[in-house]
């Protein structure tokens, strides 16, 4: 797995003041982990968001400082956002050791067509977008491929405990429905319809 390099520096601008920080072109950030106790960090804000829209929360970045030799492996953990400009505001790394298993959603890769979809009276329903794994750091997969081509049919579904990643444990319920294939409601109004017209023709039937 690739492992992108963000640099940090010791932050010491805490609270309302990180305003100003903001203003300077820098975004206050964290670094927390097991048995490690929080680190008020700072981040140059362009370089964080290149880093951040490759990231994701799957791949590992290495934080390094021009006042440390060590290097800190982390994902991000949360991202802060104005709600309205969408301007980075925080970020939350978690810091990984090599040899203890992480909790991560990885998202859900959908490939290949559906015969389904080709069909006016069906509709796909994907479900899901990302699954809960647990794994080490370095087994941890970019995003989990699921064929769509085996769709094809009103009732035809993948669920989550089709899914099968080596060295990964999903944590996700294995009865959750990943992707499904379901009766369009233009089908199903059809269906009603004629459902209707045949019980009145029976009904008008049975009178005579």
Do not use: W
């Not at 021009?66 to 982390?74: A, G, L």
């Not at 992480?102 to 509709?123: I, M, N, T, W």
């Not at 809960?132 to 699921?146: M, R, T």
């Amino acid at each position: 797995m690739e492992i992108m390099e963000l640099e940090v520096e010791n932050r010491t601008t805490l609270r309302k003041k990180v305003k100003a920080l903001r203003r300077s072109g820098m975004t206050p950030a964290n670094i927390f982990g097991h048995a490690i106790e929080s680190q008020p960090v700072q981040v140059n804000t362009a370089k964080a968001e290149k880093v951040l829209s490759r990231a994701g929360s799957t791949h590992m970045i290495a934080l390094k400082s021009p006042s440390s030799r060590k290097i800190r492996r982390v994902l991000v953990k949360d991202v802060q956002r104005d709600p309205i400009s969408g301007r980075l505001f925080h970020i939350d790394f978690y810091e990984v050791r090599m040899q203890d298993k992480v909790k991560v959603e990885v998202p859900l890769l959908f490939q290949g067509e559906s015969p389904a979809a080709q069909r006016a009276d069906l509709v796909l329903v994907e479900n899901l977008r990302a699954v809960e794994v647990e794994c080490l750091p370095g087994d941890i997969p970019e995003n989990i491929a699921i064929d769509l081509s085996r769709l094809a049919q009103a009732g035809d579904h993948i669920l989550v405990r089709d899914l099968k990643v080596d060295g990964v444990t999903i944590l996700t319920h294995a009865e959750e429905v990943i992707a499904r294939v379901a009766r369009s409601k233009a089908a199903e109004v059809r269906e009603v319809a004629v459902e209707v017209e045949e019980a009145v023709a029976e009904g008008a039937s049975g009178k005579g």
